[in-house]
């Protein structure tokens, strides 16, 4: 596999489950980033974790936990839920001060509450 | 913080015309401005970016402008075709510790064969 994985591709969970996705980037990349995508809203970065160390938290809200176990894995935790966090979440990666700055994105996880 | 608006929200073009699309930003730190386009159901892709060291970048059909004393910058498409309808979203950041973008609304555009 190559470029960014996300895994599952589509989830529907309760409001009372918690649940956890999963990014890993085979770029060798050393920063990676959650983004949550909804209808006729602008792509809104969640989490950004550089050389494995979260350096942006943009006031999201506790029921989101990331996890950067290393460079090449992310986890975005997930417990009581609600049906406004319905959405699409992007896991993306680049290379952290370094020449090139493009974040590769993951085909996303397709989020419902139900 | 950082704030992104892109104009405008849709955009229908016949195929052969040309399609712009604007962004203007409000840091003026801001010194990193991606595009990226994202097909439907498909994962965002960068197209172009340009530093805030450049004026212009060209890459093809497409190129991007900065005026950094107006903060804005945009997008340009030439000789459009139909496999060029997506949406398009700018963004804007300050590379550092992190590249934290910030992105625009996006773009809808249909080129119409």
């Known amino acids: 596999e190559t470029g960014v994985t996300q895994t599952p591709r589509h989830l529907v969970m309760g409001m009372t489950n918690k649940k956890s996705l999963k990014c890993e980037q085979h770029?060798?990349?050393?920063?990676m980033y959650w983004y949550k995508q909804s209808a006729k809203k602008p792509l809104e970065l969640m989490f950004v974790?550089?050389?494995?160390?979260?350096?942006e938290n943009n006031s999201v809200p506790s029921r989101f936990s990331p996890e950067c176990p290393n460079s090449s894995h992310l986890f975005l935790h997930l417990h009581t839920l609600q049906p406004e966090d319905s959405a699409l979440y992007l896991c993306?990666?680049?290379?952290?001060?370094?020449?090139?700055?493009?974040?590769?994105f993951g085909p996303g996880t397709r989020l419902t509450v139900t | 913080g950082e704030n992104v608006e892109q104009h405008p929200s849709t955009l229908s073009v016949q195929e052969g015309d040309s399609a712009v699309i604007k962004c203007t930003y409000s840091?003026?730190?801001?010194?990193?401005f991606p595009w990226y386009k994202q097909e439907l159901g498909k994962r965002p892709q960068l197209i172009i970016d340009?530093?805030?060291?450049?004026g212009e970048k060209k890459d093809q059909r497409i190129a991007v402008t900065l005026n950094k004393t107006a903060k804005h910058f945009s997008l340009h498409i030439t000789e459009t075709q139909p496999e060029d309808s997506a949406v398009y979203f700018c963004?804007?950041?300050?590379?550092?510790?992190?590249?934290?973008?910030?992105f625009g609304a996006g773009t809808i555009l249909r080129v119409k064969s």
């Open positions: 993306a990666s680049s290379q952290d001060r370094g020449m090139g700055y493009e974040q590769y």
């Open positions: 770029l060798g990349h050393n920063a």
């Open positions: 974790y550089s050389l494995e160390e979260r350096v």
């Open positions: 840091d003026s730190a801001s010194n990193y």
């Open positions: 340009i530093r805030s060291n450049v």
């Open positions: 963004a804007a950041s300050i590379v550092g510790y992190g590249n934290k973008l910030v």
